[in-house]
């Protein structure tokens, strides 16, 4: 069964600062990867996905895939305090392209 | 604009009692889920159905059942419920024929006392 496992689990920045944040997986055979974000008391909400290994860039976020390594990030740059939130990576299970799993989250607070 | 509705927002019940979560999208989405989300552990899979009447079971069903008879709907079913079915109820659907973007719906708020 897929584990998804985040790190950290709870980070503060200053606002314009770079944030990194990590998720490892177990099944190797997964072929699709994607962060969520969701606000205190609000929905998730699909931030970007990547299906090959590699990075992809959109705006100020960036996710990065190792497959080998059983390995993708989310790196935001020049961080707001409106990107304060719980971060939730996902993964399809191998088995299953409907299914996703996702992490516990890491909890995002950038102070101003 | 793409949208996922549920209902009730909040919900307060009884142990013992039935409780019905309902769920609507007007994308025509194909795929639908129903997860729950408690502190600590995250979002869970409780039910996924690919289409009307065609339902499989996620990572947690016990004590749930779902129904779909529309493409739009779906529901979830609480019978007898338990304390620890306290939790906030999320659904979602997703478009295509396999993993894809999932949209989420605004959750439900659910305490059995």
């Known amino acids: 069964q897929q584990k998804v496992q985040q790190s950290p689990e709870s980070l503060i920045v200053p606002e314009g600062a770079m944030t990194s944040l990590n998720c490892t997986f177990s099944d190797s055979a997964s072929q699709y990867f994607a962060w969520y974000r969701q606000h205190s008391g609000k929905a998730p909400k699909a931030l970007m996905s990547i299906f090959s290994n590699g990075e992809k860039e959109e705006g100020r976020f960036t996710i990065h895939l190792n497959k080998a390594s059983l390995h993708f990030s989310l790196h935001i740059r020049d961080s707001q305090p409106s990107d304060s939130a719980l971060y939730l990576c996902?993964?399809?299970?191998?088995?299953?392209?409907?299914?996703?799993?996702f992490g516990k989250g890491t909890l995002l607070t950038v102070t101003p | 604009d793409m949208k996922v509705t549920q209902m009730p927002r909040y919900l307060i019940k009884r142990m013992g009692e039935n409780v019905l979560l309902e769920c609507g999208q007007d994308m025509s989405h194909e795929t639908m889920y129903w997860y729950r989300q408690d502190p600590g552990l995250g979002l869970q899979l409780i039910y996924i159905?690919?289409?009307?009447?065609?339902?499989s079971e996620g990572d947690i069903p016990k004590g749930y059942r779902v129904s779909r008879k529309k493409r739009e709907h779906f529901s979830l079913i609480l019978d007898s419920a338990k304390t620890n079915q306290t939790s906030v109820y999320f659904c979602?659907?997703?478009?295509?024929?396999?993993?894809?973007?999932?949209?989420f719906g605004p959750g439900t708020r659910l305490l059995v006392l």
């Open positions: 996902a993964v399809n299970s191998g088995g299953s392209n409907y299914k996703l799993t």
């Open positions: 979602a659907s997703s478009p295509g024929q396999g993993v894809d973007t999932q949209y």
């Open positions: 159905s690919y289409d009307v009447d065609s339902n």
